[in-house]
Nanobody
Framework: QVQLVESGGGLVQAEGSLRLSCAAS????????AGWFRQAPGKEREFVAA????????DYADSMKGRGTISRDNIKNTVYLQITGLTPEDTAVYYC??????????????????WGPGTQVTVSS
């Protein structure tokens, strides 16, 4: 069974930073585009960042530009999301996802094939 498992979440103070990891098992992550999404209480799941299979293409939500960095290590079968300058508005459950095509999956969560269970990020003011 394919699994994506996020880690690295937790309680962080405002202005701090964190790095989330997404490790894949039973899935060759290098053949998939990867995305990060987040969902805050009472809100819809929203796009955060995406990266193509080889890492050449990346895309960020406006809220992440200048603060977020998505990267991947295909040898470790892992995708990362680093966020700096955290604010309470970044509080959410963060999910990673894998999709077969970066250009078709993009920012659309329903176009991703596999999802992790999510990791909670809470930013205190």
């Amino acid at each position: 069974q394919v699994q994506l498992v996020e880690s690295g979440g937790g309680l962080v103070q405002a202005e701090g930073s964190l790095r989330l990891s997404c490790a894949a098992s039973r899935l060759t992550l290098s053949t998939y585009a990867a995305g990060w999404f987040r969902q805050a209480p009472g809100k819809e799941r929203e796009f955060v960042a995406a990266i193509s299979q080889g890492g050449s293409f990346t895309d960020y939500a406006d809220s992440m530009k200048g603060r977020g960095t998505i990267s991947r290590d295909n040898i470790k079968n892992t995708v990362y999301l680093q966020i700096t300058g955290l604010t309470p508005e970044d509080t959410a459950v963060y999910y990673c996802a894998a999709g077969t095509s970066y250009f078709s999956a993009g920012r659309e969560p329903h176009r991703y094939d596999y999802w992790g269970p999510g990791t909670q990020v809470t930013v205190s003011s």
